[in-house]
């Protein structure tokens, strides 16, 4: 049954979601590569558009090839020579820089492994580069004779690598012909549905339960303008970076795309941007989790107690593997809409005011006090930070020439979803709404005491399935830095069992990444000012201004004077709507009149 509709069954989807809640990422992962099932090149060229793919491989590209092959064979021999090696090897591999010279003779980011491009903090970790040809598993060994590197492949079966890798997929990558050349890009396997239902999982959050609050600030017509506005230009900046992807075949994700554009140094940025999004996110789960159920449980424990509880769940939660969090993490999405769902079903029960959307609350066209507006400008961007795994998503696209459909209907859907809820929520509390509108439905009694309890367990499932998963790249960042981390299993390190200490170590860090959040979310609890500072700071740097900046750098010689003059515009004005915005969250309220 699981295995109806071919590509589109369930069991692909599940799988395609898989993948895609290991997308986020917060250091440079090391991917393991492992050769598509076919034993020839494939050739592209009756579909592929030198031009508009932005391959840019000239006639060295077989040697370019060659030498990216090296890196995908021969990973575990290179990474036993050292960090004397490896310096040596990304100082000759790098010294036509990807950010030097024409396109036209630029290299690819497989003759820069992602592990030699990192910071040497992190780079200095004996992590695994390449693919695994020492341990045993389902194969189908053949020769390619026709291969330019005349050596054996071996060509893996993706369920088998997936097991063997443990919870990091490996990279399936394929032999395309362009031409008269042959180069190694990424094989794409999640369909366009996939690809679709995978970025409105990512995009949907707990941010729209503050757009109700928002339009309060804002009011109708500044509100529904700015919402629309963010909505319209993180479209766009989501289809910006499929072109940019199509700049190298080989970009995989947003950090190589940033390293591609920059360099090192914004790769390091953005992994460094990545962690304050992660961390934002998941203090804002704790507060929600704690304000709900303080709210329907009043007297029984205080809003710190819950959160305490809280950590404590998700402490247990984190020892989790990804494969189980990542089926689980569906049940948060599913719980936002049903939330939407009940509010709205909440608003047609109730006959009278307040709460009741057959008699609105007293609502205003324009903001009642201005200086709230770049509060309201940072809650109404909150909900559209998905973009720091769009690149993943593109690059495992089966047809990533659909991304544009893709993006227009994820962005369509969260759009109404959206823009609904705020309608609805201020409509049905005005002037009364508070940071969530969990919180008025919660604290009224005029609506179905069932109706509220199944919210409740709702929001509470929210944050115990989002933040295990939000947390994992934390935990494995904090395992590099401490060289703790899970390497994969090579040959004869399969045998070798982590020492006691390694294991305190690692339990160690999982405890104090919780208490981190725990400590911030206690120090900050203010749920509406934590989504306003993720929206104006991190969501305006990562979906608008870092993907128009990678635009513009690849692509200066390239595109309309018009084009330009319009991406400079917007990085000028959402950079000053970030600043203003990111300021105002740490204001006092009473100075803003929020």
């Known amino acids: 049954m699981a295995d109806i509709g071919g590509v589109n069954s369930f069991r692909s989807f599940a799988r395609s979601w898989r993948r895609a809640a290991s997308f986020a990422e917060v250091i440079p992962r090391r991917p393991s590569f492992v050769l598509a099932p076919e034993g020839e090149a494939v050739d592209d060229s009756s579909d592929w558009d030198m031009d508009d793919g932005r391959s840019h491989i000239d006639g060295s ?17 290179l990474q036993s020579q050292g960090s004397e090696a490896i310096a040596a090897e990304f100082s000759d591999g790098a010294s036509d820089a990807l950010l030097g010279g024409s396109p036209s003779t ?3 980011i497989f003759d820069v492994p992602p592990h030699l491009a990192a910071a040497d903090v992190i780079g200095s970790h004996s992590i695994r580069y390449g693919t695994i040809n020492s341990v045993r598993y389902r194969s189908r060994p053949s020769v390619n004779h026709d291969s330019p590197w005349g050596v054996h492949d071996e060509q893996i079966d993706p369920e088998a690598a997936a097991m063997t890798f443990g919870e990091d997929n490996p990279i399936l990558v394929k032999e395309v012909k362009q031409g008269d050349k042959v180069v190694l890009t990424v094989e794409g396997q999640s369909t366009l549905p996939q690809s679709v239902f995978n970025s409105i999982n990512a995009i949907i959050g707990v941010g729209l339960l503050s757009l109700p609050l928002a339009f309060k600030m804002s009011g109708w017509i500044i509100g529904l303008f700015i919402l629309t506005l963010t909505a319209a230009v993180t479209a766009h900046t989501g289809k910006l970076l499929g072109k940019c992807m199509d700049y190298d075949p080989s970009i995989v994700t947003y950090s190589d795309l940033a390293y591609v554009a920059f360099g090192t140094r914004a790769r390091i940025i953005v992994s460094a941007l990545f962690t304050l999004e992660l961390i934002a996110a998941c ?12 709210s329907l449980l009043a007297g029984f ?3 710190t107690s819950w959160k305490c509880i809280c950590a404590a769940l998700v402490l247990v939660l984190n020892m989790i593997p990804l494969r189980w969090l990542s089926y689980t993490s569906i049940l948060g999405i599913f719980s936002t809409f049903c939330i939407v769902c009940i509010v709205i079903i909440d608003g047609l029960v109730k006959k009278d005011a307040p709460g009741s959307l057959w008699e609105p609350a007293r609502t205003h066209l324009f903001p009642s006090n201005w200086m709230s507006v770049p509060l309201a400008y940072g809650l109404m ?45 201020v409509l049905m509390f005005g002037d009364g709404i508070k940071d969530a509108i969990t919180s008025n439905i919660l604290r009224m009694s005029d ?3 069932s109706l509220t309890v199944v919210m409740c367990i709702f929001i509470t499932i929210i944050p115990l399935t989002k933040i295990p998963l939000n947390a994992r790249p934390l935990i494995t960042t904090a395992d590099v830095v401490c060289g703790v981390h899970r390497e994969h299993a090579h040959g004869a390190d399969a045998a070798a069992q982590p020492s006691a200490l390694v294991h305190g170590v690692r339990a160690l860090i999982r405890v104090v990444v919780v208490l981190v959040l725990l400590g911030i979310s206690i120090l900050f609890p203010a749920f509406d000012s934590v989504c306003a500072f993720l929206g104006a700071a991190l969501i ?13 750098k690849l692509y200066h010689k390239e595109i309309t004077t018009r084009e330009r003059v319009l991406s400079w515009f917007l990085l000028v004005i959402f950079s000053i709507l970030g600043l203003v915005g990111t300021i105002w969250t740490f204001l006092p309220k009473q100075l803003v009149a929020a």
């Open 61 to 77: 590209s077989e040697h370019s090839t060659a030498h990216s092959r090296q890196h995908l064979l021969r990973g575990p021999s």
């Open 106 to 108: 630029r290299s690819s």
């Open 283 to 294: 203090v804002a789960l704790v507060i929600l989790f704690s304000d709900s159920l303080s």
């Open 301 to 303: 424990a205080t809003a």
């Open 381 to 425: 961007a909150s909900p559209w930070g998905a973009h720091s795994i769009f690149p993943s998503i593109y690059r495992d696209m089966r047809h990533p020439h659909k991304w544009e459909r893709a993006v227009n209907t994820t962005f369509s859907f969260s759009y109404a979803l959206d823009t609904c809820l705020a309608v609805v929520g």
């Open 447 to 449: 609506y179905p005491e």
């Open 540 to 552: 305006t740097l990562i979906s608008i201004i870092l993907p128009i900046s990678f635009y513009l």
